[in-house]
């Protein structure tokens, strides 16, 4: 090049704003990602905040009702009913719950007690607690595990104050 087309060619501003748009998506992309994860993580933590307070309740609630019909402090809610009320409020949103850890579905646990020194409130307490894996969206094989998410609630069953269940 002869030293006037050299000149020239740095005066050239036409590619400039390609330049600049190459460079800026990709932050832009990155954004982007991050406020979808993000409101993906909020859904996703709220979803089981409410199966686990609606599936505790449930069960409290059908095991007062049993327990006050047939006078069997044995009458409690089974697990398969446990993991049907947290599954038919977190269906549309996470896979379905199991009570047996397996790869990549929320697992229930739960556990009845009653009045101890320990737990000075007269009655049974259900206590439940759903665990999940969450993987951002986009990054399923390169992420790993996953973030461990766990919620817990607890159910005080109406109508056993005083008494004792055996619930297990």
Known sequence: MRPSNLASFAQDRGGAAAVEFALNIMVLLLFMFGII?????????GTMERAVQSAVREAAIQTSNAIAQTGNPADCTTAAQLVADFNAIADPILPPATITATQGDPTISYSWSNATAANPVPGTVLS???AYHWVPLGLSQSFGPGVPLSISSTQLVIGTSGATTSCT
Do not use: P, Q
């Not at 994860?37 to 933590?45: E, K, M, R, S």
């Open 37 to 45: 994860n993000l409101g993906d993580l909020g859904l996703t933590i």
């Open 128 to 130: 439940v607690t759903a």
